[in-house]
């Protein structure tokens, strides 16, 4: 099955699901996708929106998608300039069986669940280590407030 037939079967799927992400795709290139993902409950990114871009190649599935949070976000696994996410799914890990639904529900949990022993953000990684959440929650916090909540991004 060609990438572009794979990925509109998983579109028609998502639209058909009652969905916790806003996902939708360039209406000029169906190997380009963006989600929409709510930062967690109990999270720095609570109340946020944070927008991912997921850039498939022709060999999608057997090659995983390029995600990057389009969304400033200070957490450890994610890099704050360039937004490339660090997660395993994403390299080692990836099976064809993952799709992009699957993906956006791996980094929302991400989101919940930090890994600031591979740290693409050293800063909130060390704060971590260093087992300073005030400090990571407060830099969370202030970005999300800054860059992921609609009343601000709407002042830009």
């Keep these: 099955m060609k990438s572009s037939q794979r990925l509109a079967k998983e579109y028609s799927k998502i ?5 916790e992400f806003n996902i939708s795709i360039d209406s000029n290139n169906i190997l380009n996708w963006k989600a929409i993902l709510k930062g967690p409950d109990e999270t720095p990114f609570k109340n946020g ?23 400033p976000i200070f957490h450890p696994n994610i890099h704050f300039k360039t937004g490339e996410v660090c997660l395993d799914v994403l390299k080692a890990n990836w099976s064809p069986a993952w799709d992009i639904f699957a993906i956006c529900r791996a980094i929302s949990l991400l989101l919940s669940h930090p890994e600031p022993d591979s ?28 860059f992921a909540i609609k009343e601000n991004s709407d002042k830009k």
């Design 15 to 19: 639209q058909k699901s009652d969905n």
């Design 119 to 146: 740290p693409l953000n050293c800063d909130a990684g060390n704060m971590l280590r260093a087992k300073d959440e005030m400090a990571y929650f407060s830099m969370g916090e202030m970005y999300t407030q800054m």
């Design 49 to 71: 929106n944070f927008e991912i871009s997921i850039k498939c190649t022709d060999q999608y599935p057997m090659k995983p998608p390029k995600v990057f949070f389009n969304t």
